[in-house]
């Protein structure tokens, strides 16, 4: 435990570096915030600076219980540093409204309750769509290049908050290798898509940080009417792009720029999967609202193409009020944003390995039901999935169903409609964002009451964290030596 707040300090004044971008904004702006953010900044490195030097003597090599820990607690102290210049520069925000808002844009949740973007300082704009940035690929994933120059062990860590069967796929022998690789190929896709961005029509800095944002699956957007202020086909083309690749495994991304070939996503069974899922989807609901009236056939295309895929990628990009088209739209949208996203993406949900393991299981269980004394191994992509790796799964599952539940039936106890609290739950576990009825696209979690809007926050984190690292650590087992 003491060894976790030590690196827990070391890691906090580390993360304060992250100011700088929002406070070279200010001076190039010249908002008025860059005291705000240095103050925030250095009130990160003093408490950070306290804390590890408090628990120096316990320095030691992490142990695996020591990396779920540092993990959560990761997650839940830098969301309180991220909200301090939040507090300073927005008049009358509450910590619960600052600290949701800083959580949502770590965990890349892009739930939103603030009103007014476009009136706000480009440097606290910049800093929401940064965080995005910076939790994308998991800042713990970041830390891991750093660790190892501090004298701690890394891989604990990085197999705590990977998700899913990733967690023990390298791209390269060492994990400080595998991450900075991992942020290469993900800065580039940052920069391209800012200059795509910026090519179709948008500003320098709201070009930047919409690429943050879409990079991360987040959805924060520097203006109240999110991407639809700018009316654009082809800033949502870029943008269409840009969630496509982030949905999809980033070592596939790695192998192909390192072998210059399309092979490792033509052998990827989930990211098939993926385009099959989301292009049958489209053609669907572009019939269906098409058929209802809302637009011609044309628009109609363009507006449900961009809108399921921000959903189904768990971004929350916002163009249109998909709520007044059919139910059917807006709720299969729903469903898609729990099983599109790959392991190994920015992306939030059950993910679609574990989609297509439960699936093949089930087919599986049917054949044995016929032929009891057969042995039908499950396989995906050509490969063998091990019993134990269908176990976790189903666990997972479980616990994701349980989770949802749980959470929901506390929101209804609070007074909120099914509806709302169902929606904005799954939402927010999926990492997704909007939901429907008082979550919804065009409402967003703005009114809310402070307890309602904890359990959405709850919800953020135990979803980007895949359940099993937060919930593990109130196990007693957990904190048996």
């Known amino acids: 435990m003491f060894a976790v707040l030590h690196v827990l300090g070391l890691m906090l004044a580390f993360f304060a570096i992250t100011f700088v971008l929002p406070m070279v904004c200010s001076l190039v702006t010249g908002d008025g915030m860059l005291g705000d953010f240095a103050a925030a900044a250095g009130l990160n490195v003093l408490v950070g600076l306290a804390l590890a030097l408090a628990f120096r003597r316990y320095?030691?090599?992490?142990?695996?219980?020591?990396?779920?820990?540092?993990?959560?607690l990761a997650w839940v102290m830098m969301s309180a540093a991220a909200s301090l210049p939040l507090m300073m520069s927005i008049p009358g925000l509450s910590f619960t409204d600052a600290y949701f808002e800083a959580m949502s844009g770590l965990t890349t949740t892009g739930s939103t309750v603030?009103?007014?973007?476009?009136?706000?300082?480009p440097s606290v704009n910049l800093w929401r769509c940064a965080l995005h940035w910076f939790?994308?690929?998991?800042?713990?994933?970041?830390?891991?290049?750093?660790?190892p120059l501090l004298g701690v062990g890394g891989m604990q860590v990085y197999?705590?908050?990977?998700?899913?069967?990733?967690?023990?796929?390298?791209?390269?022998p060492r994990i400080t290798q595998t991450a900075k690789a991992l942020w290469l190929v993900y800065t580039g896709i940052t920069a391209a898509g800012a200059i795509g961005l910026h090519a179709a029509g948008m500003s320098w800095l709201d070009s930047i940080c919409h690429s943050f944002s879409a990079i991360g699956l987040g959805g924060f957007s520097t203006h109240d009417t999110g991407i639809g202020f700018y009316n654009s086909a082809a800033i949502e083309f870029v943008l269409i792009v840009i969630m496509l690749l982030a949905c999809m495994n980033f070592s596939r991304h790695f192998m192909a720029v390192q072998k210059l070939s399309l092979a490792?996503?033509?052998?990827?069974?989930?990211?098939?999967?993926?385009?099959?899922?989301?292009?049958?989807s489209i053609v669907g609901i572009t019939l269906l609202v098409w058929a209802s009236g809302h637009y011609q056939l044309v628009t109609t295309?363009?507006?449900v193409a961009f809108s399921?895929?921000?959903v189904a990628s768990t971004t929350g990009f916002v163009t249109q009020d998909y709520e007044l088209w059919p139910i059917f739209a807006p709720v299969w949208m729903l469903f898609l944003s729990c099983i599109v996203c790959s392991t190994g993406s920015t992306g939030g949900g059950i993910k679609m390995f574990r989609t297509l393991l439960l699936e093949r299981h089930a087919v599986r269980e049917m054949k044995v039901l016929l032929h009891p004394r057969a042995l039908v191994p499950i396989r995906i992509g050509g490969y063998v999935i091990p019993e134990r790796v269908v176990y976790a799964v189903l666990a997972f599952i479980f616990l994701y169903f349980a989770t949802i539940a749980v959470l929901t039936f506390t929101l209804l106890l609070s007074g909120l409609d099914l509806v709302s609290a169902f929606s904005g739950v799954v939402a927010s576990i999926n990492n997704l964002g909007p939901g429907l009825e008082m979550a919804g696209p065009s409402t967003q979690y703005q009114k809310f009451t402070d307890f309602q809007t904890w359990v959405f926050t709850a919800a953020m984190l135990l979803g980007r964290l895949e359940i099993f690292s937060v919930l593990v650590l109130f196990t007693p087992a957990f904190w048996r030596k």
Do not use: M
């Open 59 to 72: 320095r030691r090599e992490l142990a695996a219980r020591d990396g779920f820990l540092l993990v959560t």
């Open 114 to 121: 603030l009103t007014g973007l476009d009136a706000l300082p």
């Open 135 to 147: 939790g994308g690929l998991g800042i713990i994933v970041l830390a891991v290049a750093v660790l």
């Open 159 to 172: 197999k705590a908050e990977s998700p899913g069967p990733v967690k023990d796929e390298k791209l390269t």
């Open 264 to 280: 490792p996503y033509l052998r990827d069974t989930e990211a098939k999967a993926i385009l099959i899922v989301l292009g049958t």
């Open 301 to 303: 295309f363009r507006h």
């Open 308 to 310: 399921v895929v921000s």
